[in-house]
């Protein structure tokens, strides 16, 4: 099983940039995107889930950024919009079966993780 995350690139302030989850070798119920800026600890950007397409993000990406997937390409997709030079980081999505709404923020809770794809917003 591999995820791989794409879509990463130089983009200015108030751009967009789409990411990309794939996942080879089976289908996953949740994905989870993350992003570590340097220096910083990872955290938590967004997750759905592929029960119902509920979707869940983090307080400084809610209403730029939305999380999508299409069930029959297994990929999950990450639209982000009016980019922030705060935004950027290495974006980086983890995959997993059996989570709980509140573990779907936390990294280590989840069964699979893919290399990271690097977005930076220049100011």
């Known amino acids: 099983v591999q995820l791989q995350a794409s879509g990463g690139g130089l983009v200015r302030a108030g751009g967009s940039l789409r990411l990309s989850c794939a996942a080879s070798?089976?289908?996953?119920?949740?994905v989870g995107w993350f992003r570590q800026a340097p220096g910083k600890e990872r955290e938590f950007v967004a997750a759905?889930?592929?029960?119902?397409?509920?979707?869940y993000y983090a307080d400084s990406v809610k209403g730029r950024f939305t999380v999508s997937r299409d069930n029959a390409k297994n990929t999950v997709s990450l639209q982000m919009d009016n980019l922030k030079p705060e935004d950027t980081g290495v974006y980086s999505c983890a995959a997993g079966d059996r989570l709980i709404q509140s573990s779907l923020r936390i990294w280590s809770q989840y069964d699979y993780w893919g290399q990271g794809t690097q977005v930076t917003v220049s100011s």
């Open positions: 070798g089976r289908t996953f119920n949740n």
């Open positions: 759905i889930r592929r029960s119902g397409g509920s979707t």
